[in-house]
């Protein structure tokens, strides 16, 4: 090779080696639900500690572990909401509270306060349930994540590579033909979905709500809770789970909206869930409420 071909190979390499990173981040970050998962790569197929998975109390270690506690979820949420369609969800970042503070929870499995960041849904579709988790052998119509951040990492990005960096809170949502109830928090985020069909649409919606009120009458004294992962790319084993099983009520008129989302490529966004993973002899604790009165349990 002459002296002059070489050094234009030499120039032309940082180049190539560019060209086939960012081709390679985009591959990463392209992923759908046609096959609900089963197709992912990366830690997504070959961790050990994945989620979701099946929750069942007569397999779960029932301990007196102490229960959840939720500091600034009874206090309104700062200016409106903006729910988005990022075309795999309806998500929803949580700003600070009206006292400046953000919202947060301790308790169950965790150790320190773990600050929320963002909430969004799972769903299925007219024909099929779509909650990621399934209870005692019963999957639900949706299914409510609400991601928190251990307070000792800076930001969402460091948490997610550190053992103890997330805790997810899991609600089951479940359609009932005449509620007895309705939830502020929830009813609004629903009534706004007509809004955000479009993918990347947003909508902004109105203040005075606070994050204890997407929880609606939910007894946090009674839940399962495991160390898995997130379950969407990449899969980080990152996350403490504590899902509450009670179920919270809403109209086929509400959870019908999440239906009508559509995704990047114009498709309908339905199905937005995860298949069960296995649980690889991870231990699963379930802590007993005293009081599940009014609890919905699927039956």
């Known amino acids: 090779m002459q002296p002059n071909a070489f050094h234009k190979l030499l120039l032309l390499l940082p180049l190539a080696y560019q060209h086939t990173s960012n081709d390679d981040h985009k591959d990463e970050s392209h992923w759908n639900y046609e096959t609900n998962g089963q197709n992912w790569g990366g830690i997504c197929s070959s961790g050990e500690r994945q989620s979701p998975i099946s929750l069942n109390v007569q397999k779960s ?7 959840i506690v939720f500091g600034n979820y009874d206090v309104k949420l700062r200016g409106p909401l903006t729910l988005h ?27 320190g306060r773990y600050v929320a960041e963002a909430f969004h849904f799972h769903w299925g579709s007219p024909s099929s349930r779509g909650s990621e988790h399934s209870i005692n052998q019963q999957r639900f119509d949706v ?37 007895n109830r309705i939830f502020p928090g929830l009813s609004k985020v629903m009534s706004a979905l007509p809004r955000v069909t479009k ?56 959870v019908s909206k999440f239906w009508k989302l559509r995704d990047s490529e114009g498709h309908r966004l339905i199905n937005n869930f995860r298949d069960i993973q296995p649980r690889n002899g991870r231990p699963v604790f379930y802590r007993i409420g005293k009081d599940l009165s009014g609890a919905y349990l699927g039956k």
């Open 85 to 111: 369609n990022n075309g795999h969800t309806a998500h929803v970042e949580i700003p600070e509270t009206a006292n400046g503070n953000k919202p947060f929870i301790t308790g169950g499995l965790l150790k």
């Open 143 to 179: 299914e409510m994540h609400i991601v928190h951040r251990n307070a000792k990492y800076g930001d969402i990005d460091e948490a997610k590579n550190k053992k103890d960096g997330i805790a997810v809170i899991g609600v089951m949502l479940k359609i009932v033909k005449n509620p």
């Open 199 to 254: 993918y990347n649409a947003k909508t902004t919606i109105p203040g005075g709500v606070s994050l204890g009120q997407m929880l609606g009458n939910v007894n946090p004294r009674d839940f399962f809770t495991y160390r898995g992962s997130l379950t969407t790319p990449l899969c980080e084993q990152s996350v403490t789970w504590t899902v509450f099983s009670q179920v919270l009520p809403v109209p086929y008129s509400s």
């Open 61 to 67: 270690l029932i301990v007196p572990l102490p229960r």
